[in-house]
């Protein structure tokens, strides 16, 4: 009151502005390329404890900060679930990943580490039948050793086997001139296992995208054989390469 000298004063009223409950963790555990999709899923631990009511998938290029959002899923999940990323093209590039856990507002309320995607490329070389191969190193483990144990090389034929396994990322040769009877087209990749286990008590092992190799089909057929028994030229086979045996057809004319 300006002429009595007097003032009125409401009740207070206090907003409690504190940050929503945050998840203790989230982890990124690894990034697995699916070889049937072709797509990278992210393979994540998490706080189901926390007010979180979606998880964002942001990726970025290899070398690049600027991250985008590119995937969302809903927080019922259990503490072990994954995100595929649908729109990358993660059989050319590397890229960055990173899970942001929002809460009610749409706010985010807690980030994971960033996790780098492991991209296999290569070259072949057809008169010489030897595949190089290159790749890019996996980052992201929380170890409690030093995080990588190794690059297993996968190489599929016909039938998958381990070629190489290195500390780093080197550039690989492989020499496909010396194997009989290869199938079709000629697959590799590279399987990064964790060393140890982590702070989470967790293994896991990364892998990157599939890189095939497509030759054009090789098959010697003899001209003649002597089935008498004498332990030389006895069968009749023709010899293939890169032909599928479940795909092709032999016609034998009687002269």
Excluded at 109 to 118: D, E, L, R, T
Excluded at 201 to 211: A, C, E, F, H, R
Aim: hydrophobic residues 35%; glycine residues 8%.
């Amino acid at each position: 009151d300006a002429m009595n000298g007097k003032e009125a004063l409401s009740n207070k009223l206090i907003f409690d502005l504190k940050k929503q409950n945050a998840p203790d963790f989230l982890y990124i555990k690894s990034v697995k390329n699916d070889h049937e999709t072709g797509n990278n899923r992210v393979h994540i631990l998490a706080d189901t404890t926390a007010e979180t009511v979606q998880y964002g998938l942001f990726r970025a290029f290899d070398g690049d900060d600027r991250f985008v959002l590119v995937e969302k899923e809903s927080a019922d999940q259990p503490s072990n679930f994954n995100i595929e990323d649908q729109s990358a093209q993660a059989g050319q590039v590397a890229y960055r990943y990173q899970i942001g856990a929002y809460d009610a507002c749409d706010a985010i309320i807690g980030w994971s580490q960033v996790a780098h995607s492991v991209h296999l490329s290569g070259t072949k070389n057809i008169r010489d039948l030897i595949n190089t191969l290159n790749w890019t190193p996996y980052q992201g483990f929380d170890s409690l050793g030093n995080g990588v144990l190794g690059y297993d090389i996968y190489r599929s034929a016909g039938y998958e086997e381990v070629l190489a396994s290195y500390d780093s990322p080197v550039r690989h040769q492989d020499d496909i001139g010396y194997l009989p009877d290869l199938e079709g087209d000629v697959c590799y990749y590279v399987a990064v296992p964790e060393d140890g286990e982590n702070s989470y008590g967790i293994q896991d092992t990364s892998i990157s995208n599939l890189l095939c190799f497509e030759f054009p089909a090789l098959a010697f057929v003899p001209n003649a054989f002597s089935p008498d028994g004498d332990g030389v030229n006895d069968v009749f086979q023709p010899h293939l390469n890169f032909i599928d045996r479940s795909d092709y057809r032999l016609i034998i004319y009687d002269r």
